[in-house]
């Protein structure tokens, strides 16, 4: 289901909210609040909500990552991976 088939107006979700809010639980799918005709909010459940912050938190490393490529800012794997193994070693053992 495409969140453009689940458009709603905020008139509509003030006056169904708990059976909305029910539904969206219990599917994982997110619905679309308007107001006057434009899109407003995006309403989902809790655990949908996790995973895409997981996956906008994945998506900036990325990013990241790839500025860093595009602006030479990289070392040889086998001098990062020395080095994490260095680190590793001077860490405080047991947790």
Do not use: C
Not at 41 to 52: L, P, S
């Amino acid at each position: 289901m495409a969140l453009k088939d689940a458009v709603y107006s905020i008139t509509h979700f003030k006056s169904h909210a708990a059976d909305m809010v029910r539904e969206v639980s219990r599917s994982g799918r997110p619905v679309l609040i308007t107001q006057k005709g434009e899109a407003r909010v995006v309403v989902m459940d809790a655990a949908t909500y996790g995973r895409w912050r997981d996956a906008m938190a994945m998506l900036r490393i990325v990013a990241q990552g790839e500025a860093d490529v595009a602006a030479g800012r990289t070392v040889p794997q086998r001098e990062a991976f020395a080095q994490a193994r260095r680190n590793l070693r001077r860490a405080p053992k047991g947790g």
